[in-house]
């Protein structure tokens, strides 16, 4: 685990499950459908319960790639799920740095509006949608980091790695931003 505090906020990197985070809001991967997929997305509604699709249905129809919305946790530590759509990977030159920033950015905007104090993040794009690691978490990190600077909220933001290679990867490009 790392812990490091940023205008005394507390970024932090776990190796771990998202599902089983107690902060107020956990994130996840979805995709504009909004329809239950596979990695995140499926183990968030499998442990969640029928509930939180129920009331995404009720709400959004969809969510372009690089907006947030968000439902209650149903059966989750978590209070609420923010849900968010990262860009599918194509060559890095189509978008993709900026719509993976603004998955982070939006869903941190809907949490300052939540008053949620605390947030894990799984790290969005890198699996189904094939986004390179290393430069997934340089963007991750380096938009929460100015979120924090600017905003001194949420109090804790969490990133829930799945796998020691992720979580390294994680990890190493935390310190460079730091030493930078
Ligand atoms: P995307 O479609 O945005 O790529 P995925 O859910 O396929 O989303 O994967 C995003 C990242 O989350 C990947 O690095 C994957 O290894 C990781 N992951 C998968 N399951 C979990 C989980 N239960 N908790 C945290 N991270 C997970």
């Not at 968010?84 to 060559?91: A, M, R």
């Not at 933001?157 to 979580?167: D, I």
């Amino acid at each position: 685990m790392v812990q490091v505090k940023i205008n005394g906020c507390v970024l932090e990197l776990v190796q771990g499950d998202i599902t089983e985070q107690d902060t107020e809001a956990i994130v996840n991967a979805a995709n504009e459908e909004l329809i239950p997929g596979g990695g995140v997305d499926g183990a968030i509604h499998r442990k969640g319960g029928p509930e939180i699709l129920k009331e995404l249905r009720e709400k959004y129809s969809r969510c372009p790639t690089g907006e947030a919305v968000i439902t209650g946790g149903g059966n989750l530590k978590a209070k609420y799920v923010i849900h968010t759509v990262g860009p599918i990977y194509k060559d890095g030159k189509s978008g993709e740095p900026e719509l993976l920033k603004k998955a982070y950015e939006n869903s941190l905007k809907l949490a300052l509006e939540y008053n949620i104090n605390s947030i894990s993040f799984p790290s969005l794009s890198t699996g189904a949608y094939g986004y390179p690691i290393e430069e997934a978490a340089k963007i991750a990190l380096s938009t929460v980091i100015e979120f924090l600077k600017k905003n001194q909220a949420p109090e804790l933001v969490r990133f829930v790695l799945w796998g020691e290679k992720n979580y390294k990867a994680f990890e190493k490009v935390l310190k460079n931003l730091l030493s930078s």
